[in-house]
């Protein structure tokens, strides 16, 4: 059986190669992950097996940035830095503050997601 990032000769059709520019919060997951790394409180390794964790319905549904932010909650999680309660509150918080200042952006469907 395949694990979730193994697509490799499926018929998925043509990669879209482009660059695109990185939002706010992308960048600020790249520097979150960089910053960790360098605490020790992870390696690259770790993240990637993570993020293979996640299984195929994440693999198909989040975003590249989006899963690096999944893998990294469970790492600080399992690692006792972070607890998911504390996750869970500050996210609730973020999201508040964006839908406040009109700044949160979701896909479609994304909206029945929210408390």
Same mark, same amino acid.
Not at 13 to 25: E, V
């Given at each position: 059986?395949? &694990? ?22 992308? !960048? ?9 790394? /360098? !605490?020790?409180?992870?390696? &690259?390794?770790? /993240? ?29 999680? &399992? ?10 509150? !500050? ?21 029945? !997601?929210?408390?």
């Amino acid at each position: 059986m395949r &694990s979730p990032q193994d697509i490799g000769g499926l018929p998925e059709g043509p990669i879209d190669a482009a660059d695109h520019a990185l939002n706010f919060w992308e !960048k600020q997951a790249d520097g979150l992950r960089a910053a960790v790394g /360098s !605490k020790g409180l992870m390696s &690259s390794h770790e /993240s990637r097996r993570a993020i293979e964790s996640l299984g195929h319905d994440a693999m198909e549904r989040l975003t590249y940035y989006e899963r690096w932010t999944a893998a990294l909650s469970m790492q600080m999680v &399992s690692r006792g830095v972070l607890t998911q309660d504390e996750i869970d509150v !500050k996210v609730a918080q973020v999201r508040q503050r964006l839908a406040e200042t009109g700044e949160l952006e979701l896909r479609p469907g994304e909206q029945e !997601k929210l408390p």
